[in-house]
Every structure is written in C-alpha cells, then in structure tokens.
C-alpha cells in the first residue's frame, strides 16, 4: 500500500482517495522539539495543526488548511523494557516496522488488525482494531503515551501519571494534541493457529455466539448477493509452526486476493449488472486452509484494491439481528455490492471514546471499490446501525455528529471537557472534529 500522497499545488488526498486536503504549510519535524517548535509557531501565525500518518483514514479527520505535521522522520523502537514487557515506539513508526522489529526480539502485541501499512500514532489515534474475544483494539495494549499539548509542552501521560489524560488520549481523535510516542504491553512471542473455511450464511448467524465463545479471534466475511460466507478462527497454539508457503500465500495473497479481485471489481464498476455473478464466484474462490505461524503473519494481509469503507460498532448481542436486516435491505432494494461485509468483535475496554468502550461489541464493515458510487449504500446501512446505536468507527465514512456521540458515548462530556483545557484555542480542530466533537 502506498502511503499519504501529495498531489499538484500542495494538495494532499488520503489512501482511499476520498479526501481531499490543501495544507498552507507541511512540517517535517526530525525531534519532538522540532514538532513542540512547529506547533507553537502555528499558533504565532494563527493556524491551526493536524498530524497524518499514511492517510489510511476515509474521513477527514486529519486534513487540515493550516500546518499538515508528517511524522515520517519520527519513527523507530526507543526502547524495550523485557521487565515491564513494553515497547516504546516513535509515533510515526509503521506498524509493519513495529511488528518486525518486536519478531526479531522475540516478542509480538496481543493483537492487531488486519493490515500493518498505518503508523502506530494514526492507528490508535482513529481505534484501530483487529478482532478477539477477549484482546481488545490497538489502543487497548497501550501502557503510556506522550504528546505535544497546544501550547507546545510535551506531557506523558499513564495509568499513574495525568490518568485522565490517558484514559482518553489513547484514542485522542488527534484533538488533544499531537502523539509523539507510545508505550505498549508486550508478550514473548506465540504461535497461532488460523482455520479458514466456508460457511452458510445462515448458520454463521444461528452459531454466532459459540463461535465467538470458543475462539480466540474470530471473524467473518459475507458476500451479499449470496448465502455464502468465508470464516477465520485465530487461535493460541503449541506448534509446531507451519506457515503458508510461498506458492501458496502468492496465489491467495497477490493472485487472487488482489490481482483477479482488482479485475473482477473494475468488471464490475463498469458493468454493475454482473456484479451479483461475480460476488458467487469470489465466494466460491477462498478454500478451506489451516496454516500455524507468528501473529502479526496471521493477523495481518496485504490490501492493495482501494475501496471505500464505513464501519460502526454495535453491541455486541445485536449483530445477527442488524446484519439480518443489512441482506434483506441489500435484496430489495436494488443495490449491486462488489465487497464483502466484514464482522469482527472486541472486549469492552475503558479508553473514554473506544467504539468498544463499556461494552462488549460487534463490528459491521461496508465497502465499496474505489470510484463506485458509495452514498446511498452507506446511507442505508448507517440508518441500520444507528438504529442499534452504534458507534461509527473515527476513521471511516459516517455521517454522526457531537449530538448523537452525546447518546451513544456515556463519557462524551469527560472527553469535551478535557479537551476545553489542553486545547482552548483549539489548535487541533478541523471540520471534521468540529463535526463530531463539536466547537
């Protein structure tokens, strides 16, 4: 995946291409000094600030016409403390530079999600998840955290040190000050064993909660236009490890996770009406397969197909009744989806505005192939969810506003208030937080 691109006349756009921004200035800073020096001088010059990482976000959370910080010169392991069992990573680091760093040393996260091309500040900083039982989001592992405030001051931030600050920057939204470094929980690392295999749509639904009981990780794709879905079960092993082979993980991976499902999708944007022919191919494509080997090469894939996405958590009780009304609605009203619907779940967590904050939840993923139109499925789909009251998750499309987060989100009020003190003049905002956080 490519990371954030700039285009002519200083214009940035987010990976999914959606977004658009023209910064009045882009920062490189190589130190935290130089970021602190960035952001004081915004404020010199009444500007507002926002950080990107590689633009994995669909909304505009980070777009900006003031300072565009880029953290690219941020990165790199600061230190492992095999006592505490934590990392200290620089906030522009890859994910897939943390994972193969922390595999070399022995060690791995709990859990993650499903791709690794995010820098680990923009990953925690929307909720980035990946799927489980009972190992929650990124954001979850996180053990410390320091930040750049609006008046240029660094502040760390734990359980033991500003714990209110911690308890909501860890998902910040980018709109309490700029993330420098984090600290994660780490453990040695293990061996999982991942089974993959088809299955009825219908019976995922009737097994839903045995699935999810009995597996570590568990997740699954659906294939609207068919009754058919594709389930993986991620779980602890003792070994021995046996990865996918070469030949094997080129021709699931490149083949035909990326290269015949690039073609299938232009097919299908150029001629929507065979879209539901190709959807009872593609779930007929992915076979069965079991394959054990370290987490973040089980976790994790490559996604090179540029699509759209908008996912909302709900409780989690309520996900087969809501992705029972999402078919019928796909059924009858018209609307050809080249991309599965994706389903993971997470333990509750106490981060003040996870999408699993103080309840176990479910999440439901809707895309779209880049360049297809995309409105009037997500806006079904969305009138769905919300129904459920569902949480939308930060960084992709969604339509709420600070009104409706004041419903769904007990601890709203804890979140707007902290922000109010480290952040006044509001030197992080943007439309997007003024959106759904509010002036």
Avoid at 20 to 46: C, K, N, Q, Y
Avoid at 115 to 144: C, F, L, P, Y
Avoid at 360 to 365: E, K, L, Q, R, V
Wanted: aromatic share 10%; glycine share 8%; proline share 5%.
């Amino acid at each position: 995946m490519s990371s954030t691109a700039s285009g002519k006349n200083g214009t940035w756009r987010n990976w999914g291409g959606n977004v658009t921004a023209r910064p009045a200035r882009e920062v490189v800073p190589a130190s935290v000094e130089e970021l602190a020096d960035a952001v004081r001088r915004a404020a010199e010059d009444g500007l507002t600030v926002k950080a990107v990482g590689t633009g994995h976000s669909f909304t505009s959370i980070a777009a900006t016409d003031g300072v565009l910080i880029r953290p690219q010169l941020l990165t790199g392991i600061r230190d492992i403390d095999r006592t505490a069992m934590t990392v200290t990573v620089e906030a522009g680091t890859p994910l897939k530079r943390v994972n193969t760093a922390l595999a070399r040393e022995g060690l791995s996260l709990a859990n993650m999600g499903d791709i690794m091309e995010q820098t680990v500040s923009g990953a925690v900083s929307t909720g980035t998840h990946g799927t489980g039982r009972d190992s929650g989001s990124i954001a979850a592992q996180i053990k410390a955290l320091e930040l750049v405030t609006a008046d240029g001051s660094v502040l760390t931030c734990s359980e033991k040190e500003n714990p209110e600050v911690f308890a909501a920057a860890r998902i910040g939204l980018g709109a309490l000050g700029v993330v420098t470094a984090i600290t994660f929980a780490v453990e040695p690392v293990f061996l999982l064993t991942a089974r993959e295999e088809p299955m009825p749509f219908a019976r995922v639904l009737a097994e839903f909660d045995q699935l999810w009981a009995e597996n570590e990780h568990f997740e699954f794709y659906w294939f609207p236009h068919t009754e058919r879905c594709s389930t993986k079960r991620n779980n602890r092993s003792a070994g021995p490890e046996r990865p996918v082979g070469r030949l094997g993980a080129w021709f699931e991976e490149e083949f035909l996770s990326n290269g015949v499902w690039q073609v299938a999708n232009l097919v299908g944007r150029g001629v929507p009406a065979a879209i539901p022919a190709i959807a009872r191919v593609a779930s007929h494509a992915w076979s069965a397969r079991t394959y054990t080997d370290i987490p973040y090469k089980v976790f994790t894939s490559p996604r090179r197909v540029r699509f759209v996405e908008m996912e909302y958590a709900l409780p989690r009780e309520t996900v087969a009744d809501a992705l029972r009304e999402l078919k019928s609605m796909i059924d009858r009203s018209g609307l050809r989806v080249s991309f599965p619907v994706e389903v993971r779940t997470a333990p509750a967590d106490d981060i003040t505005l996870s999408t699993a904050s103080g309840r176990d939840s479910a999440y439901i993923a809707v895309h779209m192939f880049k360049g297809t139109p995309f409105q009037a499925y997500f806006t079904a789909a969305e009138r769905i969810f919300t129904a459920y009251e569902g949480r939308p998750h930060w960084g992709k499309v969604h339509t709420r506003d600070a009104e409706y987060f004041a419903q769904v989100y007990p601890r709203f009020g804890e979140f707007t208030a902290l922000r109010d003190r480290l952040d006044p003049q509001r030197r992080f905002q943007n439309a997007y937080l003024r959106r759904v956080l509010g002036q």
